[in-house]
């Protein structure tokens, strides 16, 4: 079976369950909230995890209404949504001390998620090292860092971050990152939260080292959102939307579209351009979609950090 490139749990789990009628070790259960399609996937045994290729862990996606027709209170409640599902993941106490990694390149707009989310948090620690006595009750040490990546900083992103953990030595590390997705769909659509960390560059095939408990000695939550397609896979999906609009498809066309996904997935990228195969499409308002998008993660970070504040108190505190 040939594998679209896909950073998603859930799609993963789609394309293995439309191979197969069951996935032994696998569960999933949905639902829906405020608009937001919620699914949580649990990864159970050691053959599940190879078959999904992810750790055993849990992964809760978030299916978001359109982004650019949704108003600033819808907004609101999407991020109270996230807030209530990373609260399944990250267990607090009064004295937690959480670290937040923006992973992405800031120069580069569809891998800029993470810098963008870190600007609108609300960091803590400087105000409990310096200024306890005049911080509100509720509120957490939270310290934020951007770390860039390797072909800018010259040093492999988990290095940098581990040796902040060493000093910082957090309860918990929150790792902001740009995905890829098989799906059109879901590109700035979907927000997936995970408790098993998360490999940065993985979404365009840059593997390195992953970001994990195994890695930085603490527990690592992951927040993705996918900004990106493959270019094999929007052609792959051309051809399915021409089969259904096509009442006889005839030709090379038809040849292709009467092939099953897997088969034309593979022909399409043995017969593409070299330079195209390469190729990884973003949304034209992709500027805007990010904006967007990394305010509602960071309302939802910042609403699951502090207790009993309001996005308005976020937006004073950032002012």
């Not at 299916?63 to 990373?86: A, F, G, H, Q, R």
């Not at 306890?132 to 939270?142: A, C, F, N």
């Not at 305010?295 to 309001?310: C, F, P, Q, R, S």
């Amino acid at each position: 079976m040939n594998i679209k490139r896909t950073d998603l749990a859930l799609e993963m789990h789609e394309m293995l369950t439309e191979a197969a009628d069951e996935l032994s070790g696998v569960t999933k259960e949905t639902e829906e909230t405020e608009g937001v399609k919620i699914s949580r996937i649990k990864i159970g045994t050691k053959q599940a995890e190879e078959k999904m290729g992810r750790p055993i862990g849990n992964y809760i996606t978030l299916e978001l209404p359109d982004i650019n027709l949704t108003l600033s209170e819808e907004n609101e409640k999407i991020s109270t949504v996230l807030k209530n599902e990373l609260k399944k993941l990250i267990h607090l106490n009064d004295n937690s001390v959480i670290l937040i990694v923006g992973l992405g390149n800031r120069h580069i707009t569809p891998d800029a998620l993470g810098p963008c989310v870190i600007s609108k948090l609300m960091v803590t620690r400087h105000l409990f090292q310096y200024i306890p006595e005049q911080l509100d009750e509720g509120l957490r040490s939270v310290s934020a860092i951007s770390p860039g990546v390797l072909g800018i900083t010259g040093i492999e992103t988990v290095e940098i971050v581990k040796g902040i953990v060493d000093k910082v030595r957090p309860d918990y590390v929150i790792a902001i990152d740009a995905l890829a997705a098989r799906s059109v769909d879901r590109i700035i659509s979907t927000v997936q939260l995970t408790d098993t960390g998360i490999s940065p560059g993985a979404g365009v095939g840059n593997n390195r080292k992953g970001l994990s408990e195994d890695t930085l000695g603490v527990p690592v939550i992951a927040i993705g959102i996918p900004t990106v397609i493959d270019a094999a896979t929007i052609t792959s999906d051309t051809i399915d939307s021409l089969k259904e609009n096509m009442q006889s498809p005839l030709g090379v066309i038809g040849s292709i579209s009467h092939m099953d996904e897997d088969e034309r997935y593979n022909l399409i990228r043995k017969s593409a351009d070299e330079k195209l195969t390469g190729f990884i499409v973003t949304p034209k308002d992709i500027d805007s979609l990010i904006e967007k998008t990394s305010k509602i993660v960071a309302d939802g970070i910042n609403l699951t950090l502090h207790e009993n504040i309001t996005l308005k108190d976020t937006e004073a505190f950032l002012s």
